[in-house]
């Protein structure tokens, strides 16, 4: 029997499409784009997708951003922007690129980490390039070096203008640091802004959010889709024992540092997590499990996931409340949780 030999080019297309899914866009248009009007034609149909800067030299990713994107802005799926080692970068990327939504035909989620305040309303808008993403991850964090920058926004400053302008949105992550500040309260009940009611949002991450607009989002139905939601609560008060001098309608159940929360509206929310610390309180503070029967429903049969993390580094007797308390909650789960005199972690199920 004569042996066939194929030749590599011989492969097809589809064959070709998942290697390249594992090239770099700038490797692939090295390799393959003048080769010959094959190679061309499926190049011209591959996504693309601009990787993290971590580990890319500075040159590179400048020619990302100034020479590939603009002559690809259709193919691409994903953008990693950032200016990480990359002081102006974003501003290059700007100039360069179209942002309006329609040069976007394939771009399906985009990270955004440490750039500039300025660019913050740039990168907002009805037309505005992200307008029709499923996925965005947004990260000013205090370890970031444009953080400062952004001491005069407040959390919904941030929070509420991504969920208006992006109502295709699936998934929001946003790590923005602290934006409490003494007049908070104040600055909350006079400017924050309206917020639309959410159709596609399921996947909601906020690190460092206040509990007055988490209690916003999800006592309204704003979210009406929302499956998972895992949120930090920020606190950062000496008062802490005081409640806030224009109380907020809230209902039913209280948890430390998130209050009362009603989730009554969103029935297909299937995980909620909860982390912080108690400052402050006694036994009588600390969330008992016959206040959480209230909203969540602890018994075997149901699929909900329940997650809460604290620290009682100054809870009073804390030693007694944290053994009391454990036990508690694995009498009502029948699920191990960790605890010990400084943390408390509780998971079901």
């Known amino acids: 029997m004569t042996e066939q030999r194929s030749c590599f080019e011989h492969l097809s297309a589809e064959i070709f499409h998942l290697i390249f899914d594992y090239l770099a866009p700038h490797d692939l248009l090295r390799a393959f784009k003048k080769l010959n009007k094959r190679f061309t034609t499926i190049l011209t149909q591959q996504p693309f997708y601009l990787p993290s800067n971590r580990?890319?030299?500075?040159?590179?990713?400048?020619?990302?951003?100034?020479?590939?994107?603009?002559?690809?802005?259709?193919?691409?799926?994903?953008?990693?922007?950032?200016e990480r080692r990359a002081p102006h970068a974003l501003d290059l990327f700007i100039s360069e690129v179209s942002l309006d939504k329609w040069a976007w035909p394939k771009l399906q989620a985009v990270t955004i980490e440490d750039v500039p305040s300025l660019l913050f309303g740039t990168l907002?808008?009805?037309?505005?390039?992200?307008?029709?993403?499923?996925?965005?991850?947004?990260?000013?964090?205090?370890?970031?070096?444009?953080?400062?920058?952004?001491?005069?926004?407040?959390?919904?400053?941030?929070?509420?203008?991504?969920?208006?302008?992006?109502?295709?949105?699936?998934?929001?992550?946003?790590?923005?640091?602290?934006?409490?500040?003494?007049?908070?309260?104040?600055l909350f009940d006079q400017h924050c802004p309206r917020i639309n009611i959410h159709q596609n949002l399921q996947i909601l991450t906020i690190h460092e959010c206040s509990r007055e607009l988490l209690i916003k989002l999800l006592n309204n139905g704003y979210l009406l889709r929302l499956r998972r939601l895992s949120v930090t609560i920020s606190c950062a008060f000496a008062d802490l024992g005081i409640e806030p001098p224009n109380t907020m309608p809230l209902q039913?159940?209280?948890?430390?540092?998130?209050?009362?929360?009603?989730?009554?509206?969103?029935?297909?929310?299937?995980?909620?997590?909860?982390?912080?610390?108690?400052?402050?309180?006694?036994?009588?503070?600390?969330?008992?499990?016959?206040?959480l029967r209230q909203w969540l429903a602890l018994t075997k049969s149901k699929t909900f996931r329940f997650q809460m993390k604290?620290?009682?580094?100054?809870?009073?007797?804390?030693?007694?409340?944290?053994?009391?308390?454990?036990?508690?909650?694995?009498?009502a789960t029948g699920n191990p949780s960790?605890?010990?005199?400084?943390?408390m972690y509780f998971r079901y199920p």
Not at 253 to 281: F, M, T, W
């Open 55 to 82: 580990h890319m030299n500075f040159k590179l990713y400048l020619r990302y951003l100034t020479k590939i994107i603009p002559k690809h802005t259709s193919q691409f799926a994903y953008l990693h922007l950032s």
């Open 124 to 186: 907002l808008g009805d037309d505005s390039f992200l307008s029709n993403i499923h996925s965005l991850s947004f990260d000013i964090g205090d370890d970031r070096y444009y953080h400062s920058q952004y001491e005069q926004f407040t959390d919904f400053n941030i929070v509420i203008p991504f969920l208006n302008y992006y109502p295709q949105l699936r998934s929001l992550c946003l790590r923005i640091g602290n934006r409490l500040c003494q007049n908070y309260f104040s």
């Open 252 to 291: 039913q159940v209280i948890v430390p540092e998130l209050c009362y929360i009603n989730l009554q509206r969103h029935s297909q929310l299937e995980r909620l997590r909860i982390s912080g610390d108690i400052k402050a309180g006694g036994k009588d503070s600390l969330p008992r499990v016959a206040l």
């Open 338 to 343: 960790t605890a010990n005199y400084e943390q």
């Open 310 to 331: 604290f620290g009682m580094y100054h809870v009073p007797n804390r030693e007694e409340c944290s053994d009391d308390l454990y036990a508690e909650y694995r009498q």
